[in-house]
């Protein structure tokens, strides 16, 4: 079945540092891709999101980009902030296979001054 | 617009009990879907509605859980009777028509068994 793996956490940066959060994904179809972030003590919110190969989606100076030939959408930010500290989470969604959105484990985020 | 509305937001209920976490999807959603969130299992599936009609319940764990949604604007999860391996956060989430829009989640219900 179709699935989302993320690299392991937590992932430590000092603030203005570059983040990246890999993910990697398994599809029978053409699945949409997402980025959701959690705050502590809230639900999921979308970062961003690509509905088809080589889209870019971006947001709060987050991108990432559907690149179908190695299955992958990580998250890049070219400067971080305190505040970026958070639990961001992979997923997919296939919506001609009639699935719901399947989650990756999630990267827990800490960023310090 | 006042988001997805779930109530409690925490439940400490004792094991044997019967549980019951409520969701208030946004309004046009015709979406509905129930997460279950542990450290060890991250974001799982558990059911999803489409039109107040079951669609999917294969993630529900097994028969002491059960979900209904009698109508457009509420729905139930039910965990009857309750143990302490289901404490976890429980989210709810809802979408609008099957577009590739985002999922809108509520902040979700703690629920501790003991």
């Known amino acids: 079945g179709d699935s989302v793996t993320q690299m392991e956490g937590p992932v430590t940066l000092s603030e203005e540092a570059f983040l990246t959060i890999n993910c990697t994904y398994t599809a029978t179809g053409y699945p949409s891709l997402f980025w959701y972030v959690q705050y502590p003590g809230e639900g999921l919110q979308l970062l961003l999101k690509a509905t088809k190969a080589d889209d870019k989606g971006s947001n709060k100076g987050f991108e990432a980009t559907y690149r179908k030939e190695t299955t992958s959408f990580h998250l890049e930010k070219g400067s971080v902030q305190v505040s970026d500290s958070a639990v961001y989470f992979c997923?997919?969604?296939?919506?001609?296979?009639?699935?719901?959105?399947?989650f990756g484990k999630g990267t827990t985020l800490s960023v310090s001054s | 617009d006042a988001g997805v509305i779930q109530s409690p937001r925490h439940e400490v209920t004792e094991m044997g009990q019967e549980v019951t976490l409520r969701c208030k999807p946004i309004?046009?959603?015709?979406?509905l879907f129930w997460y279950r969130q542990t450290m060890m299992r991250g974001l799982e599936l558990l059911i999803y509605?489409?039109?107040?009609?079951?669609?999917?319940d294969s993630g529900m764990p097994e028969d002491r859980f059960s979900a209904k949604m009698p109508n457009a604007s509420f729905s139930t999860l039910k965990i009857q009777p309750s143990e302490p391996r289901d404490s976890a956060v429980y989210f709810c989430?809802?979408?609008?028509?099957?577009?590739?829009?985002?999922?809108?989640f509520g902040s979700g219900t703690r629920l501790t068994v003991v």
């Open positions: 997923a997919l969604s296939d919506s001609q296979a009639g699935t719901a959105l399947i």
């Open positions: 309004s046009g959603h015709d979406y």
């Open positions: 989430a809802s979408r609008l028509s099957l577009e590739e829009s985002g999922y809108t």
């Open positions: 509605f489409n039109n107040n009609v079951p669609i999917d």
